[in-house]
């Protein structure tokens, strides 16, 4: 008997050693793999943390971030980043499989107590310019009197503080199925839960077969998007605006979302309309499903009739728990495409062609601009001007040249929200262009 307990005792000592090893190794890993990240990122942000941390459920990450950002007045604060696996033994090995182009059976990302305030740089930027904003740019602020755009001091004037949000992104392979699973749930706003599934020619071990695996066929799709008070909230500030009572504003604002929709190629439906007013006015719940009887590419829908999409997809809406049964409607391709600006990839202050048009007797001569080499020292005499950057991290950006103040390039860049203007210090410029 007492041999027994000699051996289990140093068995159980031997897990404990082992786990302590195994912990120790993920703890300076994730460590080192945070510090590498930090200093990448130092020419666009200063970042601090709180501490590592290594969780027995296969989860590693980060706590208490503090992100700075160069290119605008701000502070991010995150409570814990975490990469997670499904159990110990794959996040030990997560780092070897990617390193060989391997892909992990299941991985996710989780943000949690996503902090930012409204007065600050990113929710409180100014509206984009009218050049820069796109026909359905802004649907959300029909009807809402002289307002046309929200941003942080609209959402303070309806009662909020800041912007704190929990956030997960993940996917799990399973034969020839990846699921991929999307997750936001943003504090006294909204909740939006998406879940797809892809249909895999082959199983991918790889990421460079899951590549060529991955078609665009749609196997499955759940969306739900549940209002936590921001439709009251809305509802009441735009009413105000627009000297209306709640109903009054709700119907004009649909109205106008419509009128906006079929000017720019998309004809809703009554039972569509219907639903969303539905859903503006209960501040519920919006449900959209998709199981086709076999998996379908979703860019061919454009050129079948809206009831057979229904058909093909397997659509279900359902607001609350009342399904919408009238769901038809018609688009134009080419008036949606251009609406959306899809396709369309154009540098501030490059709104005119890259090319100027001079005529010399009756015939026009096209001057066509290029870029061209230059220095970094040789770029504050191109200020103005439409410049490509590349920095040591391998990292690209084009946009128009700044003022340069000492020891560092501004150039500001279009970004999906508007402008941004970043700051690159000037030992890590590698290569530089100027189109002219």
Known sequence: MRKLMTILVTILVVLVLMAGGIWGYLWYNTRQQVEQLIVAAKPFAEI????IEVLPSGSAGVKQIK????????VISIGAIHLNTPNILALLNIRRQLSRGQLPEAL?????GLDLPLHGGIMGAKPPSPHERMPLDDLEALGCGPVVHFSGSEWQEMGYDRFMSNIEVGYRLDGHRMNVRI????RDWAALHLDIGFALTTPPTSVMELATALTPKLASLNAVLQDDGYNTRRNNYCAAKAGKSINEYIAEHVRLVVERLRANGVNPGPGLIAAYQRYLTESSSLTVTANPPTPIDPTELQFYKSEDVVKLAG???QVNDQAITDLRVDWNTAQVTKALGIGVQRAPGAEAAEETVAPVA???VVVQKSFHPVTVSELNQHLGKIAKLKTSTGASYRGILEAIPEGLIRITIRKAGGTATLSLRIEEITEAQVLY
């Open 183 to 186: 997750s936001s749930n943003t």
């Open 108 to 112: 996710s990302l989780t943000i949690r």
């Open 67 to 74: 992100i700075i950002p160069h290119f605008v007045n701000d």
């Open 48 to 51: 601090s943390h709180g501490g």
């Open 315 to 317: 659509l279900t809406v």
């Open 362 to 364: 009756s015939k026009p």
